[in-house]
């Protein structure tokens, strides 16, 4: 059943205060973040910035070595402070972002089949790996073991075409108690929400304002006044997201690419 012009209007409302509420105003004050971006080829592009320059030059390129595969998204888990990756040979990897060897952790007990067109992001309060695609799978993962849980497919209510290809949940620390997740869709180039995440109900938060590519990174960051910093990777292009609006803007270009995913944590956590 479609709403009527009312009722979106009042859901639109209604879904634009809650997410001042949840996830705050974006930062404004000048941070010092590590970067790290992913390529196709199985390559870390490691940067080092704060939120206010617009000089993005790579301080090292490093090739994952030890890896079964493509590797399609990375993640910082919160619970660790690792970083994780995940194969298109359904397989879990630790990567040492210094020197690029990867340490096997587990196989998938389902396949994953989304390809390069997904997100994969740690939900921060029960340690477990969302991992989403453009074809609808939605799994939530318990890394260490390597069992899936299969959630309801990705939907729109009234149906649409989908096209997520990149996820990040809010409050990403250790000891988080409530988070949110939050998708990028190249179809309808927009932010977009996930809830319940494992129902797989997607919700459309605003237009980025630019044209999203199908293979995108995507990943929030938790500063240290507490506020969610959302960052894209696209092609050669790095922008910061407003996530109570979807509007994205450029923070720089990169010399290296085309990245495939970003994974961000403050210079102070030593990640």
Excluded: H, W
């Excluded at 390129?61 to 888990?77: F, H």
């Excluded at 096997?104 to 396949?111: A, M, W």
């Amino acid at each position: 059943m479609k709403f009527n012009q009312l009722t979106k209007i009042a859901v639109a409302i209604s879904l634009s205060a809650c997410l001042q509420t949840f996830i705050g105003t974006p930062a404004k004050s000048a941070e010092m973040y590590k970067i790290i971006g992913l390529t196709s080829n199985n390559t870390l592009v490691k940067y080092g910035s704060n939120s206010n320059s617009r000089s993005r030059r790579p301080n090292q390129t490093i090739n994952i070595t030890k890896v079964d595969g493509n590797v399609l998204g990375i993640d910082y888990r919160p619970a660790n402070g690792m970083l994780y990756a995940l194969t298109d040979t359904d397989k879990i990897y630790t990567v040492n972002s210094d020197n690029g060897v990867a340490t096997f952790v587990s196989n998938l007990s389902v396949s994953f089949s989304g390809g390069f067109q997904s997100g994969i992001d740690f939900n921060p309060v029960v340690d477990r790996l969302r991992v989403v695609a453009s074809n609808g799978q939605n799994y939530r993962i318990n890394v260490d073991t390597g069992m899936v849980t299969v959630d309801t497919l990705l939907n729109y209510d009234p149906a649409q075409d989908l096209g997520v290809t990149a996820s990040a949940y809010i409050n990403s620390r250790k000891g988080a108690t409530a988070t949110m997740l939050f998708n990028l869709d190249y179809d309808s180039d927009a932010l977009v929400s996930q809830a319940p995440p494992n129902d797989g109900r997607l919700t459309a938060v605003g237009a980025l304002g630019f044209n999203l590519p199908p293979v995108a990174g995507f990943d929030i960051v938790t500063n240290s006044q507490g506020e969610n910093v959302g960052f894209i990777a696209a092609g050669k292009s790095l922008y910061t997201v407003d996530l109570s609006t979807g509007a994205a803007k450029m923070m720089g270009n990169f010399r290296e690419g085309n990245l495939i995913g970003v994974a961000v944590s403050l210079t102070s956590d030593n990640k």
